[in-house]
């Protein structure tokens, strides 16, 4: 099955800086990209997505990188703010029309933005 | 986006009944909704996939007899946790998969179950 490895696991950076949190996958078939942001005691929000069709996507301060060949993707968030700080979750989804659905998560990396 | 709500947020029961959590999805139809448990700054565990109409399929190492999955239609499936144990204490969520938009996942508030 799918393994996805998130790192790092936590991530403490000073307000204005950036931060990167990469995952990789094992699964060449996986198509679907997407990162959660969870606050403490709160639904994980979907912040952004990317499908193997694309290398990159961006919205506003955060951008997603997708390589294929090498299966890792990446969350960049730029001129990180406090409110940024929270525990953020990659997961790598095969999904296909036909039904077939299997989606696997990392496991966490806690970003901590420092005033 | 998409609306997921879970039900209930919090709940407290004595060790030996049975708790049931709902999750329904609001504005779409989910033929595919799953179950996570959460242990505190932990990731995702995925429970089991529950799909509408048959049984739900449960990862490695999850009681199918001790959590009952029902996915009766396309918006609302539950989870009830039968003789529930203070080792069931935890942070149950669900997620719901978008029948029309391939791959997309929308999750619930999460149920934040205690048992004494």
């Known amino acids: 099955g799918e393994n996805v490895e998130q790192h790092p696991s936590t991530l403490s950076v000073q307000e204005g800086d950036s931060a990167v949190i990469k995952c990789t996958y094992s699964d060449s078939a996986s198509n679907y990209f997407p990162w959660y942001k969870q606050e403490l005691g709160k639904r994980p929000q979907l912040i952004i997505d990317?499908?193997?069709?694309?290398g990159e996507k961006k919205d506003q301060r955060i951008a997603v990188t997708l390589n294929k060949t090498a299966k890792h993707f990446s969350l960049h968030i730029t001129e990180t703010q406090p409110e940024d700080s929270a525990v953020y979750f990659c997961a790598a989804i095969l999904s296909s029309g036909a039904g077939s659905y299997q989606l696997t998560f990392g496991k966490g990396t806690k970003l901590s933005v420092i005033p | 986006g998409a609306v997921v709500s879970q039900h209930p947020s919090r709940v407290i029961c004595k060790s030996g009944t049975s708790v049931k959590i709902e999750c329904r999805s609001l504005d779409f139809q989910a033929t595919t909704m799953f179950w996570y448990r959460q242990f505190p700054k932990k990731s995702l565990m995925l429970m089991a996939t529950s799909n509408e109409g048959s049984k739900a399929t449960y990862e490695q190492g999850v009681e199918k007899d001790k959590f009952l999955i029902n996915h009766a239609s396309l918006t609302l499936s539950t989870l009830t946790v039968t003789s529930a144990h203070p080792e069931d204490s935890s942070f149950y969520i669900c997620?719901?998969?978008?029948?029309?938009?391939?791959?997309?996942?929308?999750f619930g508030e999460g149920s934040r179950l205690t048992v004494l």
């Open positions: 990317i499908r193997s069709n694309v």
């Open positions: 997620s719901a998969r978008d029948r029309v938009v391939t791959g997309e996942l929308f």
